[in-house]
């Protein structure tokens, strides 16, 4: 019997290894139903995984409160596992408060950090801003292996008289593990603060500054600088620039790692806000503090591409591609400096690496386009802007560039479909009005030429 069980529950987790689902959730289905098999019913939690892989959530939890009901209670990891399982499926189908009833039992019964976190996540969805202060704290107290209170040092130790000691080899795996833990203790904190700190109070500021200092008196003083560069991030997102500037420059004389990153934000609004002098100065500021910042040196390279030092843009676009090899902003950028400085292949060189790593960007494929036609190759320039209008067949400027290049190219049939097209979303296009009525006048066919000229 024993023997029997164990091949049929192999063939089911195979099964399911190899993506045959409907396969394992059958052999599976024959094993619990088997009533000689008296612990099969814990295999209803398999049942529920798969389920909840295909995205059946309401399925997935059938399954696991089927087989909760049919483990002890002092089997209480396995309770908890279970328990965890169908919490994060009742997230999945945004049934809240059940969810929140799941991981709230998990909280008192066995905490742990992705179950304080979830519960925040599902205080923030209900809008409870008193329960998401208290899920907060909550999270807050959950002090995992390997992390302190003050979480500014690193994985070394000091002696009494300061001096750093090196306190473990390399390669050592409970160290190693402890880092980790650390690593997920901030990630959990820094999002969940990010997430409710903007409506956690009566005003975003508010909010901000009640979460940043909740996480300076509990120790966590770089999660709460972090959150101080978020709550200017939040404000550059609802064009609050004022506020948002206000915050970034209060880092000036901060830790340098985090003026840096103020610095570099502060660098892009200037430029987007056409102050380049300050743009220039904050970039060169960022990328000071540190040079292997790709956003830093894209920002510096801008400025120098404005005041027209092509060669010394050029080198800083270059380095942040070294930096940082799948920037894409870096390298879009280098197209369009080669471009400027009349090195077409080059440009084109560009913006077809770019295109591979961004294949349905619509700015990449109109300059690789307008590049093939300023070369004087008509086909491939109609090929790419095809592929473009595809993209926004709505789009009058594109139907209007395709139709140019097919007139052109002395395709008329293809151009007058172009023109008109574009006509057809943007009627008030001088060029494509023109080009319409000279070509009816053409055919001779005067009265469809004359409502045309007459706009």
Same mark, same amino acid.
């Not at 003026?259 to 570099?264: E, H, K, V």
């Not at 987007?272 to 990328?287: H, I, M, P, Q, T």
């Not at 049939?413 to 060029?431: G, K």
């Given at each position: ?260 990153? &103020?610095?570099?934000? *502060?660098?892009?609004? +200037?430029?987007? /806000?056409? !102050?380049?002098?300050? @743009?220039?100065? $904050? ?114 400027? &594109?139907?209007?560039? *395709?139709?140019?290049? +097919?007139?052109? /190219?002395? !395709?008329?049939?293809? @151009?007058?479909? $172009? ?37």
């Amino acid at each position: 019997m024993d023997l029997r069980f164990s091949v049929f529950f192999n063939l089911a987790h195979q099964y399911h290894l190899c993506g045959f689902t409907s396969e394992a959730l059958a052999t599976f289905e024959q094993i619990v139903k088997n009533r000689q098999y008296t612990l099969s019913g814990r295999l209803r939690v398999n049942m529920g995984n798969i389920y909840f892989e295909q995205k059946r959530y309401g399925q997935a939890v059938k399954m696991y409160r089927m087989a909760l009901d049919q483990i002890p209670q002092s089997y209480k990891y396995m309770r908890v596992g279970i328990m965890r399982n169908i919490g994060i499926s009742h997230l999945r189908l945004r049934q809240f408060q059940d969810a929140i009833e799941s991981f709230e039992a998990i909280m008192r019964e066995e905490p742990d950090l992705s179950t304080a976190f979830n519960l925040v996540l599902c205080y923030y969805a209900t809008g409870n801003k008193s329960q998401m202060k208290h899920g907060f704290s909550i999270l807050l107290g959950m002090r995992d292996t390997g992390t302190s209170r003050a979480d500014g040092g690193g994985d070394g130790e000091t002696s009494e008289e300061g001096e750093p000691q090196e306190s473990f080899v390399q390669g050592d795996a409970l160290r190693e593990t402890m880092a980790e833990r650390k690593r997920t203790t901030t990630h959990f904190l820094t999002q969940a603060a990010k997430l409710m700190a903007p409506i956690v109070e009566r005003d975003p500021v508010s909010g901000f500054d009640y979460v940043t200092e909740l996480l300076k008196s509990e120790g966590y003083p770089s999660i709460a600088n972090e959150l101080e560069i978020a709550k200017a991030m939040y404000f550059l997102k609802k064009r609050n620039y004022v506020q948002a500037v206000e915050t970034l420059r209060a880092f000036e004389k901060r830790d340098q790692a985090l003026a840096a990153r &103020a610095a570099t934000n *502060l660098s892009f609004y +200037y430029f987007v /806000d056409n !102050d380049f002098r300050n @743009a220039e100065k $904050y970039a060169s500021l960022a990328v000071k503090a540190d040079h292997y910042n790709a956003k830093a040196l894209i920002n510096k390279g801008n400025c120098l591409f404005l005041r027209k030092e092509y060669e010394k843009a050029k080198e800083l676009y270059q380095e942040a591609i070294n930096v940082e090899a799948d920037f894409v902003e870096a390298q879009y950028n280098l197209g369009l400096l080669s471009c400027e400085r009349g090195d077409l292949k080059a440009g084109l060189e560009c913006f077809q690496k770019l295109q591979s790593v961004v294949p349905n960007s619509t700015d990449v494929l109109y300059h690789i386009s307008s590049i093939y036609d300023k070369i004087g190759n008509l086909r491939m320039a109609t090929k790419w802007m095809e592929l473009l209008v595809a993209r926004v067949p709505s789009d009058p400027v &594109a139907l209007a560039y *395709l139709g140019d290049l +097919y007139s052109r /190219d002395g !395709d008329e049939t293809q @151009a007058l479909h $172009y023109n008109l097209e574009s006509y057809r979303y943007y009627p008030v296009n001088i060029d494509v009005i023109s080009w319409l009525g000279a070509y009816w006048v053409k055919l001779e066919y005067f009265e469809k030429a004359i409502p045309f000229f007459e706009r």
